[in-house]
């Protein structure tokens, strides 16, 4: 502050000078301290533990992923009660009273912090709660008791166990997270009723941790024992399959663009039989919980937007502030402060979008679909000006800038692409009129 200001400052009354906030606090500080106590202690440990140990990780994880070794990483965050968020006390770490008001808001906290450090580590820690939301989600409580408790109960005492979630298919994916897509998606994953169980034949790709993961949701279409043909928006059905079932196998870990320390793999069922207590939730019921599970989790999806492009802001501003040209720091520039003021503010409003839409006890379709789409589409943008800042050295792999730019570009496919997240958005503000003979009618 400008020590004339300051000095104008100190000339108001005592009340005037108590309204006039010049502290010069951090705006992450001053962005905790607007939050509850719990979740300000949650930030805390969120931003000490992605700087201890996802960042000094980043570099080797995105340049070698297969060979990097994560167990010390995984260890780490199932002792601090990361990997088991979503059960609470005592058998996992969510605080009881978080569980009907702030869930997704810790889920939120947790992907802006390990995704401002990596954003393939992030997800490499954030892939695991998408995996278990449909164990929480289906609402049955012999599911918790079987499943979802001893997972988290397991990691907390550092017997890590890592869930999958699987949907995508060669020929289907997006589809079934926008009502029209579902009623015509191809999915080719079917389970079979047989006594005893059920019998999973089929294939799924793109799969976050496929391949370190100790158990997975698949959704799959319940063949009809009528003979009739399955559809999705009727008869999808969600299991978990452990990795070591007779039947169920990896294939190849796809070389990506960006997120590269999260693997994304192909998973095939070959006959794979799972008994009745592997359903997850009723028969037929898939098709509402896949979409539920997935309005949970887009606002954590621009948190990983968010987390990214904030990342790539800090490595600009600090490369302002140690790059010199002409005798003096980019930062003097007003050029450059000019630039680094844009991307500065964009960050605050996805942030502030992110918040809201976590803010709400069950989140709301339109505007989670919403907030992933933003975020997605404002990360990709930050990135790219981030690297315009950086000029020829945005190229190199130190300053972590192309990382961002390529790591932020995954956002507008995963969780739905941008643009089924858009018709999402516009079906939770019209539906069908059937008194007026299919018109649309919009809700107020």
Known sequence: MHPMLLDSIQRLKPLGRWLYDHSPEALWNRDTRTLPLDLQKRRWAYRRFAE??????????????????????YLEAGRRGFLSETAPWPFGTMPWRAIWRRHIFHFALKAEEFCAACGGLGLALLFHDLGMAPLLLCGDWGIWRRWLWPICYANRRGRIRLVSYAITEPEAGSDVEESEGATCARFQTTARKVPGGYVIRGQKVFISGGSRCDAVVVFAVLEREDGKPAQVAQDFTAFIVERSRAGFRIGRRERKLGQRACDAAQLFFDEVFVPHSHRIGPERSGWALNRNVLNYSRAVVGAIALGIARGAVEAATRFARETRFGGKPLLAYSEVQLALAELWTITMAMRAMVWQSARYPRPVQGIAAATKALCADLGLYVANRAMELLGDYSYLPPYGVEKAMRDVRLN????????????????????????????????V
């Open 412 to 443: 507008q496919i995963y969780e739905g692409t941008n643009q089924i997240n858009l018709l999402a958005v516009i079906e939770s503000l019209w539906t069908p009129d059937i008194v007026g003979g299919g018109a649309t009618s919009q809700r």
């Open 52 to 73: 201890q140990f996802i960042a000094p990780l980043a570099m080797e994880a995105d340049r070698d992923p297969e060979g990097a070794d994560l167990r010390l990483l």
